[in-house]
């Protein structure tokens, strides 16, 4: 694992935080931990371009501090903020280090390293509360963007029986390997791709991913639908809506679920 730098914005108003995370994922940022008036980002240290944070930072006048993470605290750090999120008598996501929660339908570990995806953000909770309402027994699954790997495996409890997971990152496929094993999943197939795979059509997309990554593979996610199919987007923030519903608009889709949480949203779309 390679080394991090860690970027700590304070003073920030509770809309700043969502647009940042917004505009730092689509500069790379792989992991945020957000508190009250705060926001820490992490990226690698290779990719870490100051020029492009000073611009970010200068669109909404905020200031930031910057701290190399060594990797070999990096789990430390990360674990040292991880705590259980409970959806309701849904799913309960916890660590390894944690003791099991009663009283859920279902459970997922999720080692806490720095995969997006441990239903802390907005984006991953309104994707778990999406998925109670559909039926995923015999299904077969595509989950673009998989960070830890949490949508699919908890696609499998839910009864899927084919899952094909996808991310670009060699952590995130590193991490969600070792959770989908934690989990004893073995219906889901994970493939390092920085695009949707095409050939193959699915029952079920669930794509958690920026704006830009979702307009560029918008074509490509819609053939991988066949008919009576569901394609649940996240990762998107309220202004996006009318963007994303302009260009599903040219496609065989009908709008058939909307969340909220915060700025956020995420979209459903059946074909």
């Not at 931990?33 to 240290?45: G, S």
């Not at 009283?103 to 995806?117: A, H, R």
């Amino acid at each position: 694992m390679p080394n991090h730098i860690q970027i700590t914005f304070a003073d920030l108003q509770p809309e700043q935080q969502d647009l940042l995370i917004a505009h730092l994922a689509e500069a790379g940022y792989e992991g945020f931990e957000e508190a009250e008036h705060a926001l820490k980002a992490f990226i690698r240290q290779q990719d870490f371009d100051k020029l492009l944070l000073q611009e970010i930072a200068y669109k909404y006048q905020l200031a930031f501090s910057e701290e190399l993470i060594p990797e070999k605290n990096w789990n430390a750090e990360w674990e040292s903020g991880f705590q259980p999120v409970i959806v309701k008598d849904f799913v309960a996501i916890r660590a390894e280090f944690h003791p099991p929660v009663a009283g859920v339908e279902q459970e997922i570990i999720i080692t806490p390293k720095m995969s997006f995806g441990t239903g802390h953000h907005a984006t991953t909770l309104m994707m778990i509360e999406a998925m109670r309402d559909i039926d995923f027994r015999n299904k077969k699954v595509f989950d673009f963007g998989t960070g830890t790997g949490i949508l699919a495996i908890l696609a499998e409890k839910l009864g899927a029986v084919e899952i094909i997971a996808i991310d670009n990152d060699d952590w995130s496929i590193a991490n969600a390997k070792e959770n989908i094993e934690n989990n004893s999943c073995v219906n889901i197939r994970l493939k390092q791709a920085d695009k949707i795979i095409t050939g193959e059509t699915y029952d079920i997309l669930l794509v958690n991913l920026n704006k830009q990554a979702i307009l560029e593979n918008f074509s490509a996610m819609v053939t991988c639908l066949k008919p009576g199919s569901l394609l649940l987007l996240s990762g998107l923030l309220d202004s996006d809506e009318a963007e994303i519903s302009a260009i599903a608009g040219g496609f065989p889709l009908v709008a058939c679920g909307k969340r909220m949480n915060k700025n956020w949203i995420s979209l459903a779309f059946k074909r």
